[in-house]
């Protein structure tokens, strides 16, 4: 799988933090940064959860391959 951002649209409201931390992290400045673009199968229930939750719908999963 690979997480894909609409940087146009992320406002760091950091609900994907909360949801996935692994993936996703708050910076100093508030940013959100992309900590995993490929990440393990077995994070892809919170990944998932992440971009449920986003409320600017900024997130979403693509399938490798």
Excluded: Y
Aim: with cysteine; proline share 6%.
């Amino acid at each position: 799988m690979r997480v894909v951002v609409d940087w146009d649209l992320c406002q760091g409201h950091g609900m994907c933090e909360d949801e996935a931390p692994e993936v996703f992290q708050l910076n100093d400045d508030g940013d959100m940064e992309l900590l995993q673009e490929h990440p393990p199968e077995r994070l892809r229930a919170a990944v998932q959860s992440a971009c449920t939750f986003c409320p600017q719908r900024a997130l979403s999963i693509e399938e490798d391959g």
